[in-house]
């Protein structure tokens, strides 16, 4: 029963690296969603999916993109990374209004 | 807008006292879904309970409980007896408007318990 899996669990970057968070659940949800958390404050919603081929901004898209090719997957893209994007990533996925989390990355950009 | 405020950014009590967390929510629909999470130390979420906008009726699950008024836009969550391992960062979340775009979360609260 693996849920909402993510990879990988610790990345350290140089600013103006890029690289791709990965998100893939199992459990066939349409929505799918991308938050960040930084220190002292709650999650806020970068991006987010309601089905493949469709995806919109939250509240916090600059600096990122998304795809959604597949119901699975839902990788999250940094490009040119800046020291603000260092947080911890959470994914999520749901079936309607109950998310299911995976485990986070926590990315520091130095 | 949707908008969940956690006014206790930091709560310290010493084990088997008794502690309210607090969230205050805001909404205009009239259906919604109301959250609480916890982030221990390890850093996962863990979902505790999810509370529909027209169940009012308060929860208790074990040393846990949930105190939901509408009147006063209010959902907290009581820990009685607490224990060390309590000792994490709660999230309370609101679900509302369709919820395509997911949760809105408060800051959370770090529970602190002392032994």
């Known amino acids: 029963n693996a849920g909402v899996t993510q990879t990988p669990k610790f990345r350290i970057l140089k600013i103006g690296q890029s690289m791709t968070l990965q998100c893939a659940q199992d459990?066939?949800?349409?929505?799918m969603y991308w938050y960040r958390q930084d220190p002292g404050m709650g999650l806020k919603l970068i991006y987010y999916s309601v089905g493949a081929g469709i995806t919109d901004k939250g509240e916090v898209p600059n600096g990122y993109n998304v795809s959604r090719s597949t119901t699975e997957d839902f990788p999250l893209r940094l490009e040119l990374a800046a020291p603000s994007q260092t947080s911890v990533y959470f994914c999520?996925?749901?079936?309607?209004?109950?998310?299911?989390f995976g485990s986070g990355t926590q990315l520091s950009v130095l | 807008a949707q908008k969940v405020t956690q006014a206790q950014t930091e709560i310290s009590v010493v084990e088997k006292e008794d502690v309210t967390l607090d969230c205050v929510y805001e909404t205009r629909d009239t259906t919604y879904y109301l959250f609480w999470y916890k982030q221990p130390p390890s850093g996962e979420l863990v979902f505790l309970i999810r509370r529909n906008s027209f169940d009012e009726q308060n929860e208790i699950s074990g040393r846990y409980s949930w105190n939901f008024q509408k009147s006063t836009s209010s959902f907290n969550f009581t820990i009685t007896a607490s224990q060390v391992v309590d000792s994490a960062v709660y999230f309370c979340?609101?679900?509302?408007?369709?919820?395509?775009?997911?949760?809105?979360f408060g800051k959370g609260t770090h529970l602190i318990i002392q032994p």
């Open positions: 979340a609101l679900f509302s408007g369709g919820g395509a775009d997911g949760l809105t």
């Open positions: 999520a996925s749901s079936p309607g209004e109950k998310l299911f």
């Open positions: 459990m066939n949800h349409n929505y």
